[in-house]
């Protein structure tokens, strides 16, 4: 009988359904997070726009922290979006009017773990093929773009980091990507003809 039963039970273990995925955290702040404001940014642009974003502390605290120290120094204020692509994202934090680069801090470690994904209306920051190279430059997704997210820790799955989500003004960035875009300064496409600056960033109170 033993024999007999050995069999069934492997069976019963082989059609065991596998666990359930592990979900990703919500987008929406908690509230301990929500209430702090300096966890909450208002870019005034130059077209007369404003963004602001609710960043994720909890769930990217490097990235936040670098932000957050780079708004309290003014470095964001008078830069450019300097990149825009219709369907994909705008990015800026890095260029000036004359598109010449401001100097940087050392780089953050990659915190595209964190299982926020690159959805639309998210903030993320930018980097190059390094994956560890994240330095000033930010994105905002104006699609769902889940080639960015992380897949793994490696070269090519590390994934951009999202650190925060837009809450209002996302029809201002939409208006972004919607730009003339072209050559310009070092860049061979892509960006806007004309200058869309960050007047200034600012924490937004509650």
């Known amino acids: 009988m033993l024999k007999l039963l050995l069999p069934f039970a492997a069976l019963i273990i082989a059609a065991a359904p596998p666990p359930p995925p592990v979900a ?27 963004v602001t974003v609710q960043m994720r502390p909890d769930l990217a605290p490097q990235h936040v922290a670098r932000v957050q120290a780079l708004v309290r120094s003014g470095f964001y204020n008078g830069l ?9 994202m705008a990015q ?20 595209a773990d ?13 980097r190059t093929s390094e994956p560890n190279s ?3 430059q930010f994105f905002v997704n104006v699609k769902d773009n889940g080639f960015l997210d ?10 951009y980091a999202v650190f925060g989500k837009v809450t209002s003004g996302m029809d201002v ?15 061979s496409k892509d960006a ?12 937004k109170d509650a």
């Open 24 to 50: 990703a955290p919500s987008l929406a702040a908690p509230p301990h997070v929500a209430a702090n404001p300096a966890n909450r940014l208002h870019l005034e642009l130059s077209n007369g726009g404003m």
């Open 80 to 88: 450019i979006f300097h990149r825009v692509i219709p369907g994909f």
């Open 92 to 111: 800026g934090g890095g260029y000036d009017e004359k598109l010449e680069k401001k100097p940087v801090k050392d780089p953050v470690e990659n915190e």
């Open 114 to 126: 964190n299982g926020l994904k690159n959805e639309r209306g998210t903030v993320a920051m930018a």
């Open 134 to 136: 994240a330095t000033a």
């Open 150 to 159: 992380h897949t793994g820790k490696n070269p090519t799955g590390w994934g």
């Open 173 to 187: 960035v939409d208006k972004i990507v919607g730009v003339k875009t072209g050559a310009k300064g070092p860049f």
């Open 192 to 203: 806007p003809e004309e200058n869309i600056k960050i007047k200034s960033v600012k924490k």
